[in-house]
């Protein structure tokens, strides 16, 4: 199956600083991405999904502002956290999917922690 | 709209013993289900997907499933635990639009020596 890579795997920040996520596709082309969103305990929440070279589309009551997606090729997409919150503190799960493949890649995460 | 509900957010069982794992969900179409499993530092890993072609779903690793219409289930069993099958369980129904995959909450299985 496909291997999907996140970076980091593990992070933590200031308030108020931001953070980038990296989630790379390593075995095919990533026509569409998606980023979720868990907390402890609950089940993963989509936040966005992005096809590369167009803008993200964001689910209901995600901030596009806060948070900044960037489809920059079929193998690269990033998720950056603006000015972060402690109340941002989540795992952070990207997942892709390409060509006539309907399953889903799941990456292994990001864990965020603002202090 | 479509939602699934994991019934139980952490199971224990014995190695060797049968495991079930259950989901129910909520459709008004017919629903396209699947369960996935995530092992800690591990994406999630596809387990075994219904897609109406048959009512009993054998996925990898010895687990199925099987889709109940008249319960509105679709619970994950295997005959025999191992313990490397400790991990956190998802239940997900892909919603009208393609991309929308809707998560349960999680099942936590602990398989005891």
């Known amino acids: 199956g496909a291997v999907v890579s996140q970076h980091p795997s593990r992070v933590i920040c200031k308030s108020g600083t931001s953070v980038k996520i990296e989630c790379r596709s390593l075995d095919f082309q990533a026509t569409t991405m998606f980023w979720y969103r868990q907390f402890p305990k609950q089940s993963l929440m989509l936040m966005a999904t992005s096809n590369e070279g167009s803008k993200a589309t964001y689910e209901q009551g995600v901030e596009k502002d806060k948070f900044l997606i960037n489809h920059a090729s079929l193998t690269l997409s990033t998720l950056t956290v603006t000015s972060a919150h402690p109340e941002d503190s989540s795992f952070y799960i990207c997942?892709?999917?390409?060509?006539?493949?309907?399953?889903?890649?799941f990456g292994p995460g990001t864990r965020l922690t603002v202090l | 709209a479509q939602s699934v509900t994991q019934l139980d957010s952490h199971v224990s069982v014995s190695e060797g013993t049968p495991v079930l794992l259950r989901c129910n969900y909520s459709?008004?179409?017919?629903?396209?289900l699947s369960w996935y499993v995530q092992h800690p530092n591990k994406g999630l890993q596809l387990l075994l997907k219904?897609?109406?072609?048959?009512?009993l779903v054998k996925g990898i690793n010895g687990f199925e499933a099987e889709f109940k219409k008249s319960e509105t289930s679709f619970h994950l069993t295997k005959p025999s635990a191992h313990m490397s099958d400790a991990a956190e369980y998802f239940c997900v129904v892909r919603g009208n639009n393609n991309n929308d995959m809707r998560f349960g909450a999680g099942t936590r299985l602990t398989v005891k020596p």
């Open positions: 219904y897609t109406s072609a048959a009512t």
């Open positions: 459709s008004s179409y017919s629903p396209s």
């Open positions: 997942s892709i999917k390409g060509g006539t493949r309907d399953t889903q890649y």
